[in-house]
């Protein structure tokens, strides 16, 4: 017969070897839910602008943004491209040529205008960016030259695009150009002048207020050093008749276009100064024509920028080449500060007859 106080004490310490058992075991603890690492978003790169456009010449407007000093390079393009809009009621840009001068990127300006007009859902235009030694306002760092197409009928009778017109002072440069576009028939709508030195800038705006008081003027200094005083002055007048055909080259340096459509290039650059580097910019070229159903021999303004002048007599010999020997395109060579690539040492671009 068991004892009962033996039975209590074993009882008693059954119970008490599970409380020991019970306080060393470890507790099993449900571990968390491992919470989904989120996916890495990739914003997608904005497209580049095109290589060439095609538009109505009868609607096209030309328009100069205004110089300011607020910010820097990145706000000054924000800022151009809004003034531009206001001034051209909407309408789309078809080609933007931007002169840049200072240490910002230049490279940025292609980018923002695609970021820009990308977000607006609004087409693309050609884009050339040029690096100059100054611009006629301290702390200015960027002026763009916009070319638009509206709905409005602006040029009935055409265009006429007018060579750079050279001289050792602003006021003979603003003269010659006056007396092309008289010759012409056409009423200036825009001139670029560009000056060995920003002394003469206000030759130059009086000048140029007296001879073509509607049209849109843009001064630059396209180098920071000149070898020596010179004054060019380029520029697009609206003609006041239809010409004789609807392409007509003048003596005193221009070209009258009555054609429906005109095709514009952005510039496209060549690296070194072998002939071979400087095929490979017209090669370019002339598939951006392609694209829009034109050839070389569709050319009606050519537009040389070029790091030294040996370089530009280069590029221009070799023109007859791919426009074709009969071929008369007048237009501007330019000898400017820089262009978007370290390495680039000419940019070429035109204008066309489009189909």
């Known amino acids: 017969m068991t004892c009962p106080n033996f039975a209590r004490l074993l009882g008693i310490s059954m119970v008490a070897a ?15 839910k491992k919470e989904k690492e989120p996916e890495t978003q990739t914003l997608p790169l904005p497209p580049e602008p095109p290589a060439a456009v095609i538009a109505e010449t009868d609607k096209l407007a030309f328009h100069i943004s205004p ?4 910010g820097l390079l990145t706000q000054q393009v924000h800022d151009a491209l809004k003034a531009l809009d206001r001034a051209n009621g909407g309408a789309t840009f078809v080609k933007l040529r931007a002169f840049v001068a200072g240490t910002g990127d230049m490279r940025r300006v292609a980018t923002i205008v695609a970021e820009e007009l990308s977000d607006r859902k609004a087409p693309l235009p050609v884009v050339t960016t040029i690096q100059v030694g100054a611009l006629p306002m301290e702390g200015a760092q960027v002026v ?3 070319i638009s197409a509206g709905k409005k009928t602006l040029n009935p009778y055409g265009l006429a695009f007018f060579s750079a017109q050279r001289a050792p002072e602003a006021r003979e440069a603003v003269t010659k150009l006056a007396a092309a576009a008289g010759s012409a028939g056409a009423a200036m709508v825009e001139a670029t002048c560009f000056l060995s ?5 206000e030759n130059v705006r009086a000048a140029a207020l007296a001879a073509f008081p509607a049209a849109a003027l843009n001064v630059v200094q396209p180098t920071r050093l000149a070898v020596e ?12 008749q239809r010409p ?3 392409v007509e080259f003048l003596d005193a340096g221009g070209t009258a276009v ?7 290039t952005g510039a496209q650059l060549a690296f070194e100064n072998r002939d071979q580097d400087l095929r490979l910019a017209y090669d370019r070229l002339g598939r951006a024509l392609e694209t829009m159903k034109a050839g070389y021999a569709d050319t009606l303004v050519m537009s040389v920028y070029s790091l030294s002048r040996e370089t530009a007599n280069k590029a221009t010999a070799l023109a007859p080449e791919f426009l074709g020997r009969s071929a008369h395109p007048w237009g501007s060579t330019q000898i400017v500060e820089g262009l978007p690539s370290l390495d680039a040492t000419v940019g070429i671009e035109l204008v066309a007859a489009g189909p």
């Open 144 to 146: 763009i030259e916009s």
């Open 197 to 201: 030195g920003l002394d003469q800038l």
């Open 18 to 32: 599970g409380y020991v058992w019970a306080q060393s075991a470890p507790l099993r603890i449900k571990p968390p």
């Open 229 to 240: 005083p010179e004054a060019a002055c380029e520029g697009i007048g609206r003609l006041q």
């Open 244 to 246: 004789k055909s609807p």
């Open 67 to 70: 110089l300011s000093a607020k």
């Open 258 to 264: 009555a054609k429906a459509r005109l095709i514009f």
